[in-house]
């Protein structure tokens, strides 16, 4: 990844690596990349863990490469001989621009969606089967890379239009009844890395979290009527109301002291 170029790109190529389980490799110097590009970096360490699995015939007789034409990847006509011809909706593609990851861990499952501009891309709506998920519940969307709660959602996933080589990440989770963690800010995975464990007993969300000593990571939380914050108790760390907070959700600015931090939010 040259991560010197347009940030949006930067995000794209970021997500696409880190939740495919690719190699993650950059080729900048460290001491030449901005703030931006370097928290970009970060919020793909580490790349997730991917095993070999069986299959099945591939289909060949479309390179991902047209070795004929010297590619400038910054002008979109160009990128069309990289991925083939110009795809117009309803088209069938030897590619993609949606992914949708799905993650099981004992303590919750979720949906990661990914929208990578391969052409430019205009405003959608992605059905939750093509996705997966059941059209039936409904589901509480935090676009990443925004850092923008989208609320709740139901039958649908709406997407916006996006610009040649930027990219979309939506976490899917479904709404419960209760307070639940939606998303923090530590990896694109939504959080796949720092997250340990989660539990709900007597009004209080107890988390277990693995973060990086010396650096702050903001965690959020749904918040459904009928509940009410009370306060935030926080070991290994210092953990911090932001005020300001859109409908419904409740974010937590942690400060790790330590490498393992417990995290308890209780409520009336």
Known sequence: MVMKADPEWGKSKVSTVSLGGGTYMFSDKPEDLDKERIYILQRGLPSLETYPMESGPLHTDHPTYYPYKDIDESKEEDAMYRVG???EPGVESPFSTLWAVHFAKDWGCWCVVTRNALWSLEESVVGF????????????????WEKKFLGEVKEGLPMKALKYGSCQVVGLREKLDRPQFVVSTRHVSMDAVSVKDIAWKDNTLSLKLVCVEGT?????????????????????????????????????????????????????
């Open 216 to 268: 702050v990571e903001t965690y959020s939380f749904y918040v459904p009527e009928g509940y009410k914050f009370d306060k935030a108790e926080c070991e290994g760390g210092e953990a911090k109301v932001i005020e300001g907070n859109s409908d419904r959700l409740l974010e937590i600015e942690v400060s790790a002291k330590k490498k393992d931090i417990a995290l308890n939010l209780k409520f009336n």
């Open 129 to 144: 089967e093509k996705l997966g998920l059941d059209p039936k519940k409904t589901y509480l969307a935090y676009d990443f």
């Open 85 to 87: 011809p110009r795809v």
